[in-house]
């Protein structure tokens, strides 16, 4: 079992930063790459980033490319997503969420693909 807690989300303007947290607890050695997700009311999980935990290597959706970015600290278990240039559109709710290891390995881009997801936390962005 894996538990994600996150933390960091709130109201901003437009063009404001925001950073967001993900503390995993648990069996964190078998995680494999930890992501973050957004969804709005009646909406698909859209997939935002994500980080393979090993090697620190990122991918990240067109839409947040050049403004979000995503990290981690080992030692803490945590994930970061760090939101620069924040638009009204990016207003939902966060979710992180961790990949445990498995062959063939995962792309990691689909929410069906995750094992474990955090709470959720509200980002709200006023223009």
């Known amino acids: 079992q894996v538990q994600l807690v996150e933390s960091g989300g709130g109201l901003v303007q437009a063009g404001d930063s925001l950073r967001l947290s993900c503390a995993a607890s648990?069996?964190?050695?078998?995680?494999?790459?930890m992501g973050w997700f957004r969804q709005g009311p009646g909406k698909e999980r859209e997939f935002v980033g994500m980080?393979?935990?090993?090697?620190?290597?990122?991918d990240y959706a067109d839409s947040v490319k050049g403004r979000f970015t995503i990290s981690r600290d080992i030692a803490k278990n945590t994930q970061y997503l760090q939101m620069n240039s924040l638009k009204p559109e990016d207003t939902t709710v966060y979710y992180c969420?961790?990949?445990?290891?498995?062959?063939?390995?995962?792309?990691?881009?689909?929410?069906?693909?995750?094992?474990?997801w955090g709470q959720g936390t509200q980002v709200t962005v006023s223009s």
């Open positions: 969420a961790a990949l445990l290891i498995r062959y063939p390995i995962k792309h990691g881009r689909t929410w069906q693909e995750y094992d474990y």
């Open positions: 648990g069996r964190t050695f078998s995680i494999d790459a």
């Open positions: 980080i393979r935990w090993s090697s620190g290597s990122t």
